[in-house]
């Protein structure tokens, strides 16, 4: 078999067919690493040009994840961060502190979601042609969208999520069709994507040690990875 270019090799391991080896697929942490395959030191000025020049150099397919100054942040919902390093935030705070602001919050969150509408959607296609040049060969998704279950419970944290199922599911419900209606409107709305890839990431956050976080009955019933087209 001759050899595959790295989006033959990946366009065809997602075809279920046989490429001419496995793709390889990492997300790269580790700056020794990183420095080691681009020959030159990682700061966080030049983390744009040399994680892609490195990660050519080895991957197949790969998503844009960039280091970050550490420091705390409030994001425009009243959602507080932490980043303790280059490449981990975590949340710490949320904007609600029981039940029933909780549900006002949701409540919030479908109007918002349910009047959002695509915008420049000009402006992220040339910034996604951009890392395309950046990251050469290496195949990067023409567009990254989190499955509607997990766009939920992990900005609201998943106890509290488990909480307001309980106390809430027709509004968890109602919730969780915003969210998706939002998303396919984002995706259908990028029309040129094929510029910069043939691929597409459609996640969910879902798996624990041994079993999945929430049931096969809960996931079907939510039509969870049913409902993309």
């Known amino acids: 078999m001759a050899e595959m270019t790295k989006e ?3 366009v065809c391991a997602l075809s279920r067919e ?37 990660l050519n150099r080895v991957l197949d397919t790969t998503r844009v994840w960039m280091p970050h100054a550490p420091g705390r942040r409030v994001d425009d919902r009243g959602f507080a961060h932490e980043r303790g390093d280059w490449w981990n935030e975590w949340q710490v705070s949320t904007p609600f502190h029981n039940m029933v602001e909780l549900i006002a919050f949701v409540k919030d969150e479908i109007e918002r979601l349910e009047a959002w509408q695509p915008t420049d959607t000009d402006a992220e296609l040339k910034d996604a042609l951009i890392w395309k040049e950046r990251f ?8 990254t969208a989190g499955e509607a279950l997990s766009d939920a419970y992990i900005l609201v ?8 199922e309980s ?8 919730w969780l069709k915003a969210l998706h209606a939002r998303t396919m409107r984002r995706l ?3 029309t040129r994507c094929r510029e910069v890839s043939p691929i597409a990431w459609v996640f969910d956050d879902m798996a624990y040690k041994g079993r999945l976080m929430f ?15």
């Open 8 to 10: 033959e090799r990946v």
């Open 18 to 54: 046989e490429p001419d080896r496995v793709p390889l697929y990492d997300l790269v942490d580790n700056s020794e690493i990183i420095q080691h395959y681009a020959g030159e030191k990682l700061t966080l000025e030049n983390a744009h040009d040399v994680i892609p020049r490195a």
């Open 157 to 164: 944290g998943l106890d509290q999520f488990v909480y307001l």
């Open 188 to 190: 259908q709305a990028q």
């Open 215 to 229: 049931s096969p009955r809960y996931l079907r019933a939510h039509r969870v990875f049913q409902n993309i087209a």
């Open 167 to 174: 106390e809430a599911p027709d509004l968890v419900d109602r």
């Open 136 to 143: 050469g060969e290496v195949v990067i998704p023409a567009s």
